[in-house]
């Protein structure tokens, strides 16, 4: 079974310009999640998505920030433009449980944000 | 305030020996959760523990042993016989009950080297 995959691994860009992140959660996960660690800091939550919808996108930084599932399969987050502090390692996790005692998230590897 | 501070930023240690990984966490809740998540080089996060806040019962899986102490609002996490394999960044990481799903708050990570 394949775990959550993202796309880049690696993406460098100038500021200024705009980045779409992508991750793809293991088939028949509902719950979608995009974390940021900025480097030299703690990971940080972003957003959750339920199958297309928002459940809660209280840790986007900012309207740069864009996050859509549609159809509830795979999820891209767009920034746009990208600024210098936008650069770190972007996390998307998901899970089948919405039970939380019994959640467990299957991470990605993550896509490295370099904003130059 | 919510937060979780792993002091140690990179422990070395040689094959075989034993290690302990700190975790201390602050939260107002009195329902909450506790993590550990694995980090190895290839990048994702590997889940290994969840605790609940009125579990304080210790646990042992294998080399893996954590050590939960309200008393001290500690969850340390330790490997005994390490091998090189266990070499990762491991991250503590606390859930509010009242949070919503999803949303951890992560420690900044201790970095492991274990050499052979």
């Known amino acids: 079974e394949a775990g959550v995959t993202q796309f880049p691994s690696h993406s460098v860009i100038e500021k200024g310009q705009t980045v779409t992140l992508r991750c793809d959660p293991i088939?028949?996960?509902?719950?979608l999640y995009w974390y940021r660690r900025v480097m030299g800091k703690e990971i940080k939550f972003l957003l959750h998505f339920v199958k297309e919808s928002k459940q809660d996108e209280s840790g986007m930084p900012n309207n740069r920030f864009l996050a859509e599932r549609t159809g509830g399969t795979y999820s891209t987050l767009k920034v746009q433009p990208a600024e210098l502090e936008d650069s770190g390692v972007y996390f998307c996790?998901?899970?089948?449980?919405?039970?939380?005692?019994?959640?467990?998230?299957?991470f990605g590897s993550g896509t490295q944000l370099s904003v130059l | 305030a919510q937060k979780v501070t792993q002091a140690q930023t990179e422990i070395s240690v040689v094959e075989k020996e034993d290690v302990t990984l700190d975790c201390v966490y602050e939260t107002r809740d009195t329902t909450y959760y506790l993590f550990w998540y694995k980090q190895p080089p290839s990048g994702e996060l590997v889940f290994l523990i969840r605790r609940n806040s009125f579990d304080e019962q210790n646990e042992i899986s294998g080399r893996y042993s954590w050590n939960f102490q309200k008393s001290t609002s500690s969850f340390n996490f330790t490997i005994t016989a390490s091998q090189v394999v266990d070499s990762a960044v491991y991250f503590c990481?606390?859930?509010?009950?009242?949070?919503?799903?999803?949303?951890?708050?992560f420690g900044k990570g201790t970095k492991l080297s274990v050499k052979p």
């Open positions: 088939s028949g996960h509902d719950n």
């Open positions: 996790a998901s899970s089948l449980d919405s039970d939380r005692v019994n959640e467990k998230l299957f």
């Open positions: 990481a606390l859930q509010n009950y009242g949070g919503s799903q999803g949303n951890l708050i």
